[in-house]
């Protein structure tokens, strides 16, 4: 067998190296591209998240975005809808099966999506995941959550809202725990929640109830945690209800004007939810 000449020797030398120092390259930043991107599909990369679900965005920007859920009532729905256009605001509405489906608020459904605001799931039937006094205490199993889910998404299919328009999730009774928010998960759609801290979500209280908050304990509840908070409303989903029980006549949803003008003079951006949700997304949250 004829000998190999010293120059191509060296060539060849050079170009296994060269395959080496490129498969060493391939590994370090395509793992790293890897990690990047799965950081970047973990919302709680960025954002505040409790038990698996985001619940406040970018505390260091100056906006926020509002929250509305519905299940049987939606009195305020005429209210909102005006004071939102008026503004100019764009808000998030999550509803359940029982109020897509309801014929008495098919309106207001074709109204809010013209409008552009974001239509989201609730549940279908409203149903309590876990148990209050102990959260871990699972009280439906994931098919039973499926199944459900799946109705709630059927009739918002209705309205022309697909899964991949609507994929973020905000549990009924704001209630849930981590396995929730891993069943939200593989159901493809991200759980959020309202941020804590106001009792902005108390505003369904009826006289009779022992948590019972007026209006204007409500509406200086915000005020108070602006105040308070070193980030103020900086990030926050700020939660109302579309709709109360007849008994609550003192309706919270009647300030919602007032406020947005206040906190505007405070140099609050209201965006929308998606928009909210995006904004912080383009660096990785520190600790």
Not at 140 to 154: G, I, M, P, S
Request: net charge negative; aromatic share 12%.
């Amino acid at each position: 067998m004829p000998e190999i000449p010293e120059s191509n020797k060296n060539r060849l030398k050079r170009a296994v190296l060269w395959i080496v120092i490129i498969l060493l390259l391939w590994l370090v930043f395509g793992c790293a591209s890897k990690e990047s991107e799965k950081a970047s599909q973990d919302p709680c990369a960025f954002f505040e998240c409790q038990h698996g679900a985001v619940v406040r965005a970018d505390t260091a920007e100056k906006s926020l975005t509002l929250v509305f859920t519905g299940d049987e009532f939606a009195d305020g729905a005429t209210h909102v809808i005006d004071v939102l256009a008026k503004q100019q605001v764009k808000a998030g509405f999550f509803f359940t099966g029982n109020f897509y489906g309801n014929p008495a608020f098919e309106k207001i459904i074709h109204q809010l999506k013209q409008n552009g605001h974001y239509l989201g799931a609730h549940s279908d039937k409203h149903l309590l995941y876990c148990s209050w006094e102990n959260r871990d205490s699972l009280l439906v199993t994931k098919r039973e959550f499926t199944q459900d889910l799946e109705a709630n998404y059927l009739k918002m299919g209705r309205f022309g809202i697909r899964k991949s328009d609507a994929s973020y999730f905000l549990p009924p009774y704001e209630w849930y725990n981590e396995s929730i928010s891993t069943w939200t998960r593989d159901f493809g759609l991200q759980l959020i929640n309202f941020t804590s801290g106001t009792r902005s979500n108390a505003d369904y209280t009826t006289p009779d109830m022992p948590n019972y908050r007026s209006s204007e304990v409500i509406y200086n509840s915000i005020l108070e945690y602006e105040q308070t908070d070193p980030a103020g409303l900086n990030g926050f989903l700020l939660l109302v209800h579309i709709g109360t029980a007849p008994e609550r006549t003192d309706k919270f949803y009647m300030r919602l004007e007032e406020l947005i003008v206040e906190l505007r003079a405070k140099e609050y951006e209201f965006k929308s939810l998606v928009d909210l949700l995006i904004a912080g997304t383009s660096g990785v949250k520190e600790e």
